[in-house]
């Protein structure tokens, strides 16, 4: 399975950004899709997970800022994020766990998000 990240860029503090993140080449599974963030000399942590039946997860963080959302026949995740600060800065991964029929994980590229004035 492959992931393909899109999305990020250069914003201001308080706008928004949406990420995209598109799985191919899989078939029907049970699995989590994700974000995770990751800056330089911090350990990478999850920004927000939500699973192929639904149940969504956010990092502590988010503090409904962020919405994760999917679109199964896409098979795309996306994440509305909303009221970004400074401290959103980083690098967004995409992943992707699978747990059925097979168990594996996935990352897509990461895709840079500045939150800068």
């Known amino acids: 399975v492959q992931l393909q990240a899109s999305g990020g860029g250069l914003v201001q503090p308080g706008g928004a950004l949406r990420l995209s993140c598109a799985a191919s080449g899989g078939t029907r599974s049970i699995n989590v899709m994700g974000w995770y963030r990751q800056v330089p000399g911090k350990q990478r942590e999850l920004v927000a997970s939500?699973?192929?039946?639904?149940?969504?997860e956010y990092g502590d963080f988010v503090k409904g800022r962020f919405t994760i959302s999917r679109d199964y026949g896409k098979n795309t995740v996306y994440l509305q994020m909303n009221s970004l600060n400074i401290g959103d800065t980083a690098l967004y991964y995409c992943?992707?766990?699978?747990?059925?029929?097979?168990?594996?994980?996935?990352w897509g590229q990461g895709t840079l998000v500045t939150v800068s004035s």
């Open positions: 939500i699973g192929s039946g639904g149940g969504i």
């Open positions: 992943n992707l766990k699978n747990s059925w029929p097979t168990r594996f994980e996935s």
